[in-house]
Nanobody
């Protein structure tokens, strides 16, 4: 059973930056697909950014140009650097991995507010 542990959420002012981290444990092999999703109150969970082990990336239009996803394949870890944060980025952010099944982290709250 793959376990995903997230960190890095918090309260930030509009225009600020945050870096989310996620590391997978209980797995000895490289995970191909990893990424981040988010869910705001009253809304469905949506893709933020994903990456594959060969470096391919995909971003939601809402964060493109403001966010960068990266990974450390040796640790099965994935990171999300978010800049120029807006109040509409407020959500619970979930780490995601696919390794035969879908795996999700417990979520980390990101709040953008002055």
């Amino acid at each position: 059973q793959v376990q995903l542990v997230e960190s890095g959420g918090g309260l930030v002012q509009p225009g600020g930056s945050l870096r989310l981290s996620c590391a997978a444990s209980r797995i000895a092999f490289r995970i191909n697909d990893m990424g981040w999703y988010r869910q705001a109150p009253g809304k469905e969970r949506e893709l933020v950014a994903t990456t594959t082990s060969d470096g391919s990336t995909k971003y939601a239009d809402s964060v493109k140009g403001r966010s960068t996803i990266s990974r450390d394949n040796s640790r099965n870890a994935v990171y999300l650097q978010m800049n120029s944060l807006k109040p509409e980025d407020t959500a619970v952010y979930y780490c995601y991995a696919y390794y035969g099944n879908d795996y999700w982290g417990q979520g980390t709250q990101v709040t953008v507010s002055s």
